[in-house]
C-alpha cells in the first residue's frame, strides 16, 4: 500500500516537472501546427469578417497561381546549394584538418560568417554586389576580367545564384566543422593500411575517407537541405524578392503579412502554402535519408 | 636529395599557407569591409579604399544615438537573455524526469517532443503570430521570448547528459531524504555545466540573430532588436551606406567578441545544431 502511494507521488512528481515545458509547447508550438493545417482549408484572414471552410480551394488556387511556381521553382532551384556545400566543405576539412602552426586561428577565422547574423551578411554582400558602386565589379574592372559591371542582383536568373553564394559562403564553416570531427574519427589504421598498400592521396580519399565520412555526408544533406528549403533572410534583404528571387517562405511571408507587393494578410492561403513547404522538408529528409543511408550499407558490403 | 625533398616540403607548406591565408581573407574580408566603410567621413563613400582617407567614429555615434541603436542593443540583450535563462532552466527542468524517474508515457512524451523539431517553424508562424496577439503580446518583448523558451534539442541534449551521470549520487541523497527537487537542483543540474553551457551560446546565438519572428510580432520601433533595427536602417537610407555598415558594426560586434574568448563552447554547440535540423 505504501509503495503504490509512493509510486503515485513520483509519477505526479514527474509530470509536475514536465508542466511548464508541456504548457509552452503545447501553446506555442502544437497549438499553431494544428492550427496551421486546418487554416489551410479556409479562406481566413484578419481583414475578412468571417472564416469559412473551402475545402481544398486554396490548394486549388495555389496550382492556378504564377507566384507560387516560381517560388516552388526558386526553392527547388535553392537544393543547387547542398552539392556545393559538401564539395567545398570536405575541401575545406581536408585543408585545415592536419595540426599545423596557427591552423586554429584560421579554422575560427573561417568560422566567423556562422556566428553572424544573415541579416548583417546579406547586407555587407549586397553592397558588394553592387552593380554601380561594389567593390566585386570595382575589382574585376581594375583586373580587366569585365568592361560594364554585372548587375549580380539587378537582373533576373542572376540574382538567385548571387544570392546562393551567400548562403554558401555563410555556412562553409559549420559544415566544415562537422567534417574534421568526422575525419577526426576515421581510424588511422585504416589511413595507414592505405599507406602501406601505396595509396595515392587521391585514392585514400575515394577509398578511404570519403566512404568513412558517409555518415557525416548524409547529415550534411538532410541538414543543408532543410535550411535551402527554407531560405528567407538573403532573399528579404537583399532583393525583397523581386527580380524573380521569391521563394515559398518568402511567399508565405509576403501573403500572410506583408501588405507590400501584392502581399494581403491572406492568412489560410499562405498557410496553405505551408503545409507545401512542410511536405516538401519532410519529403527530402526522407528520401535523403532513404537513398544515401541504402548506398551507406551497400557501400560497406 | 634529402635536401630537396625539404626544400619541397617547405615549397609545399608555404603554398599552403597562402591558400589558408587567402580563404581567410575570403570569409573575413567582407567584414573588413564593412567596418572600413563604417569608419568613413561624409566626402569618401565611394572610394574603394580599404584604409579610409579619414577615419571618423562620428557614423557609430549617429547610429547609436540617433538613430535608436542604444535601444535596439537594449532589446537584443534583453531578449537573448531571457531566452538563454528561460532554456536553460526549462530544457534542464523538462530532461530530468525523462532521463531518471520511471512514470507511464515517459517515451511517448520525449518522442512527441522530439517531433517537434521535424515541423518547419514557417509552416505555423501565421497560427503562433495570431495566438500571441490573443495573449496580449503582439508588439512586445515578451512575445519575441516566449515562444522560444523551450527547444525541444535543449530538452534532448541535456537528457542525453543525465544519462552519462552515474546513479549513485541523487541514491546517496534520496536514502537521505532529500527530495526530487532538491536533487535535480542542488545535484543534478550542476553535473551538466558543459551542455548548459554550449546550449547557452546557441540560443545565445540564435536568438540575438533572429529576424523573422520579431519581425512578425514587433511593429514599433522603440521595441525593435538589432536585426530589425539594421533592416529598417539599410530600408530608410539607401545611399547612406556608412551608417548602415555602422548599424551592422554594433549588431555582430559582440557575437564575434564573445566568439573570440568561448571558440571551445561555440563548436561544441554545434552538435546541438546538428540535432536541432
Known amino acids: 500500500m505504501k509503495f503504490s502511494s509512493s509510486r503515485t507521488r513520483q509519477i505526479a512528481l514527474a509530470y509536475l516537472f514536465l508542466l511548464p515545458a508541456f504548457v509552452i509547447i503545447g501553446l506555442f508550438q502544437v497549438y499553431p501546427m494544428i492550427q496551421a493545417f486546418l487554416f489551410s482549408f479556409t479562406d481566413f484572414s484578419p481583414l475578412n469578417p468571417e472564416t469559412s471552410f473551402i475545402g481544398l480551394a486554396n490548394f486549388v488556387e495555389l496550382v492556378q497561381d504564377p507566384a507560387f511556381w516560381l517560388a516552388l521553382k526558386n526553392t527547388l532551384l535553392y537544393l543547387i546549394v547542398v552539392p556545393v556545400i559538401i564539395v567545398l566543405s570536405i575541401s575545406l576539412s581536408l585543408l585545415v584538418e592536419p595540426k599545423i602552426p596557427f591552423i586554429n586561428f584560421f579554422r575560427a577565422g573561417y568560422y566567423v560568417p556562422v556566428v553572424t547574423m544573415m541579416v548583417v551578411v546579406a547586407l555587407v554582400w549586397k553592397e558588394i554586389f553592387n552593380t554601380d558602386y561594389g567593390v566585386l565589379n570595382y575589382v574585376l574592372k581594375k583586373l580587366g576580367a569585365i568592361e560594364e559591371g554585372i548587375p549580380w542582383l539587378t537582373r533576373e536568373h542572376i540574382a538567385l545564384f548571387t544570392i546562393m553564394t551567400v548562403t554558401i559562403w555563410k555556412g562553409l564553416g559549420y559544415y566544415m566543422v562537422m567534417f574534421i570531427v568526422g575525419l577526426r574519427a576515421i581510424s588511422p589504421d585504416m589511413l595507414e593500411a592505405a599507406l602501406i598498400d601505396g595509396a595515392s592521396r587521391w585514392q585514400t580519399l575515394l577509398h578511404v575517407k570519403i566512404p568513412a565520412l558517409w555518415p557525416t555526408i548524409t547529415l550534411v544533406s538532410i541538414l543543408s537541405s532543410i535550411s535551402a528549403l527554407q531560405v528567407f533572410e538573403e532573399i528579404f534583404i537583399m532583393t525583397s524578392g523581386q527580380i524573380g528571387t521569391a521563394t515559398l517562405v518568402y511567399e508565405i511571408y509576403k501573403k500572410g503579412f506583408s501588405m507590400a507587393y501584392g502581399g494581403g494578410m491572406e492568412m489560410g492561403y499562405a498557410c496553405a502554402m505551408g503545409v507545401v513547404l512542410f511536405a516538401l522538408v519532410f519529403g527530402f529528409s526522407f528520401f535523403t535519408v532513404r537513398t544515401m543511408g541504402q548506398y551507406h550499407t551497400t557501400g560497406e558490403n | ?277
Open chain 2, 1 to 277: 636529395m634529402q635536401s630537396g625533398d625539404k626544400t619541397l616540403a617547405n615549397l609545399a607548406l608555404a603554398g599552403k599557407y597562402a591558400v589558408l591565408l587567402l580563404l581567410l581573407a575570403v570569409f573575413i574580408g567582407p567584414f573588413l569591409w564593412m567596418v572600413s566603410i563604417a569608419l568613413r567621413g561624409s566626402g569618401s563613400i565611394y572610394t574603394f579604399r580599404l584604409i579610409p582617407e579619414n577615419p571618423t567614429l562620428q557614423n557609430f555615434a549617429d547610429t547609436w544615438r540617433i538613430f535608436g541603436f542604444a535601444q535596439a542593443f537594449f532589446n537584443s540583450t534583453i531578449v537573448a537573455f531571457a531566452v538563454v535563462f528561460l532554456n536553460v532552466f526549462l530544457c534542464s527542468l523538462t530532461a530530468y524526469p525523462l532521463a531518471r524517474l520511471k512514470f507511464p508515457g515517459s517515451e511517448i512524451i520525449f518522442f512527441l517532443i522530439l517531433s517537434t523539431m521535424m515541423i518547419p517553424f514557417q509552416l505555423y508562424m501565421i497560427p503562433l503570430f495570431l495566438t500571441c496577439t490573443k495573449m496580449g503580446l503582439y508588439d512586445s518583448l515578451i512575445g519575441v521570448i516566449l515562444p522560444g523558451s523551450v527547444a525541444a534539442f535543449g530538452i534532448f541534449l541535456i537528457k542525453q547528459h543525465y544519462h552519462t551521470i552515474p546513479k549513485d549520487l541523487e541514491e546517496a541523497a534520496r536514502i537521505d531524504g532529500a527530495g526530487e527537487f532538491a536533487i535535480w537542483w542542488r545535484i543534478m543540474f550542476p553535473l551538466t555545466k558543459p551542455a548548459v553551457a554550449a546550449l547557452a551560446i546557441f540560443i545565445f546565438v540564435a536568438n540575438w540573430s533572429n529576424f523573422i519572428w520579431p519581425l512578425i510580432i514587433l511593429d514599433s520601433q522603440e521595441k525593435y532588436t538589432l536585426p530589425l533595427a539594421v533592416a529598417k536602417l539599410s530600408g530608410a537610407f539607401i545611399d547612406k551606406t556608412q551608417y548602415i555598415a555602422a548599424g551592422a558594426t554594433i549588431a555582430v560586434a559582440p557575437v564575434i567578441i564573445l566568439f573570440f574568448f568561448l571558440q571551445r563552447f561555440f563548436i561544441g554547440g554545434l552538435t546541438l545544431g546538428a540535432v536541432k535540423g
